[in-house]
């Protein structure tokens, strides 16, 4: 009688802390979905007003009441109420994270703490993401036949890649037609490229203002791509190659996986959060780059340099110095990375060849096509030119580390990319060498574009937090003598990464979040007009078009990037709904009033929020009733 009571007061105290567990994680979850305040709601949730919020925790709350109503005869109650006394624990500090003051006591006057409170974010993504998946694997997982769930087959892989490839090729199709790439750098790229189907090489770009593409980036990989246009003559065929392009590079990182790991579940895991990372969807959303080709190539080196393959590793290299300049210290770092672990003659080529790779392009070629200097240089707290910032790095390496980690956003966009594979890189610290110069290039720069989540800049750190991350697991599993959950370690990790990538593609708003939104697939009427414009143009006219809308017609001699000059095109095409880059938006009404005020242009066509002047046109026909509306407002 007495265990029997000792037992309902292990299950009384195992339900009451389920209840807790329910209410924070409903809290965090609701948090990081909505983003919004979780402390002003704390402080107000009695008043209510918050309907999504209230149907997760009640669901939360009715679920932990089943279960262990479901759960009486079970004899681990006490080990189980510790696991979840933890989880609680770890979920409020989790919330309560960005109003923790104590740690202004340790600022130090070369480095400070504020990223605490700016990063929550990534830390409380990654406890809720831990915290659920040991709650499922307690109350859910325990008894199941873990090793049917181990044993999927590995041809599952290519199901996986091909469905989130379809995903993204689908996701940037329909963006593009919603008019959402840009002339910067999707047009440059498809106008280049376009170049050397028709074999010209090197390229000019028009959009850019240069003669030779080359005297702004080094990527004569393009040139592998223009076939393609013989095959579909249409700027979307690079959006479809795209993607394929990362599922080619997530298949190596699943083969890696499968070969140290030795288990199927955690490597699809794996290769699922390699393609749902955020640097890869914000770098496919921004088509079309190096960027996104070198990180591929870069799964592939290291696929290669673990089967030693050295041949094929030399030709990979070779491809990742053809995706831009500035990957030729990408190669660098390869190579000490291969002294490190003591594969000295891959090392020292690699490392000779970055470094004689990055003077010949930026001191030699690039200025040569250019006509000037290499202009890209943002490193201005460090010194007035490269050599000055490495003298800075090797004399004052305190004041590197500040400028790397401050201010807090940096710090906030590498718990990002940490968390993304659940910290685990860290227990492969060996593999992160390689990742020094993308961290380098980004966060001792002074653009704060860099710095952020957004755009493509945090593609090609992927597959090496993906390769470190497997390695982390693999010493993790090795060293464990007491594993926390039997054979079930995989699979709580497993569950943990699905989660993580889950939670930061809805907070971080990420492109294929985008495909649940049934608005996504809609066409207006505007993006319907500006395709009838389109439709008036020539093939052969030269174009000066808005920044949406040069993508559209790219596939042409002169297509200008419209800034408030015609470049005396013999079409201007403009969308007062598409934005106004790279105009102010008083300065971009000024100029549709010169427009409409030169005898040089005439109307050719304006229907609703879409207007085309032709060259020389004498024309009748004026401005829609809602451009006029448009450039006389306020």
Known sequence: MQGRGFLKKIYFKQTLLVILFGYLSGLLVWGIVTGKDITSFLANNIRGGYPTYYIILTTIFLFGMYLFSRRQSNP?????????????????????LPYIKIFQ??????????????????????????????FLIVFFFRNIDIKKIYAIPSWSVYILVGIICIAYILQSIIKHNHFGTVAWDFGLADQVIWHYSKFHIPAPSTIRGLSNIWGDHFHPIWILF???????????MLLIIDPIIAG???????????????????ALVLTFSYLTFFGLQNALDFPFRGDTIAAALLA?????????????????????????????LYVTFLGIWLIVKKEYKAGIVSLILGILWWFLIIKYLIPSFLGSPYPIFTYQQLGNNYGEVLKTVLTNPIFVLKVLFNPAEKMNTI???LASFGFLSVFAPSFLIVAIPMLGERFLSSNYLLWLTVFHYSVTIAPV?????????????????RPLFGRCNFLFISITLVLISIFFSQSLSLPLARLRHIDFYKTSSDQLSIYRAIKEIPSNASVAAQDTIVPHLSHRENIFLYGGATNNADYVILNIKTGFYPMSEDNYKNSIRQLLASRDYGIKKSEKSTILFQKGLKSELGPSQEILDYINSQ
């Open 300 to 328: 592939l080196a290291f696929y290669f340099i673990l089967e030693k393959k050295w041949l094929k590793y030399y030709i990979v290299i070779f491809f990742i110095l053809c995706c831009k300049e500035s990957f030729s």
């Open 226 to 236: 223009a076939p393609l246009f013989w095959i579909w003559d249409d700027a979307r």
């Open 105 to 134: 006591v340790f600022n130090l006057p070369w480095f400070n703490f504020d990223w605490i409170a700016s990063s929550a974010l990534p830390i409380r993504v990654f406890v809720l993401s831990v915290s659920l998946s040991v």
């Open 465 to 481: 937090l993906a390769v470190s991350c497997i390695f982390g697991i693999k010493k993790i599993i090795s060293n464990i003598k």
């Open 415 to 417: 718990l990002v990319m």
């Open 76 to 96: 681990g109650g006490l080990q189980e109420t510790k696991i979840l006394f933890w989880l609680i624990l770890a979920i409020y500090i989790a919330i309560s």
């Open 248 to 266: 080619i590079g997530a298949i190596y990182i699943f083969k890696i996986a499968c070969k140290y790991l030795k288990n199927n579940l955690i």
